[in-house]
């Protein structure tokens, strides 16, 4: 199923920025949906951002629309998520996705991910 690995997390003051990074290998790229989601201790993993094979069609979650934007660029086999205005609530651990099989459609559940890179931590200070 390939591998997944973020980089680009870190810690950041509140209304800064910062870009995530996702390089696949091992699959091509291009056909697969992707997907972020990020997880706090002791809470489901939540959707943050989904983009289609082509990075046509951006999917961004109501709780970070406008302030995050989600990327891809198929030749470097990597899908970015930037994140600007970030605050206190988005410290979490970053995952990147892929959808389970290929030529499916980008989706907010986690369960129609099924290739995941091992997160990245971004923590935001007050």
């Known amino acids: 199923q390939g591998q997944l690995v973020e980089s680009g997390g870190g810690l950041v003051q509140a209304g800064g920025s910062l870009r995530l990074s996702c390089a696949a290998s091992?699959?091509?790229?291009?056909?697969?949906?992707m997907g972020w989601f990020r997880q706090t201790p002791g809470k489901e993993r939540e959707f943050v951002a989904a983009?289609?094979?082509?990075?046509?069609?951006?999917y961004i979650a109501d709780a970070v629309k406008g302030r995050f934007t989600i990327s891809r660029d198929n030749a470097k086999n990597t899908v970015y998520l930037q994140m600007n205005s970030l605050k206190p609530e988005d410290t979490a651990v970053y995952y990147c996705?892929?959808?389970?099989?290929?030529?499916?459609?980008?989706?907010?559940?986690?369960?129609?991910?099924?290739?995941w890179g091992q997160g990245t931590q971004v923590t935001v200070s007050s």
């Open positions: 996705a892929a959808r389970m099989y290929p030529y499916q459609s980008a989706t907010d559940a986690a369960r129609d991910y099924g290739s």
């Open positions: 983009i289609s094979r082509s990075g046509g069609i951006p």
């Open positions: 091992g699959r091509t790229f291009s056909n697969y949906a």
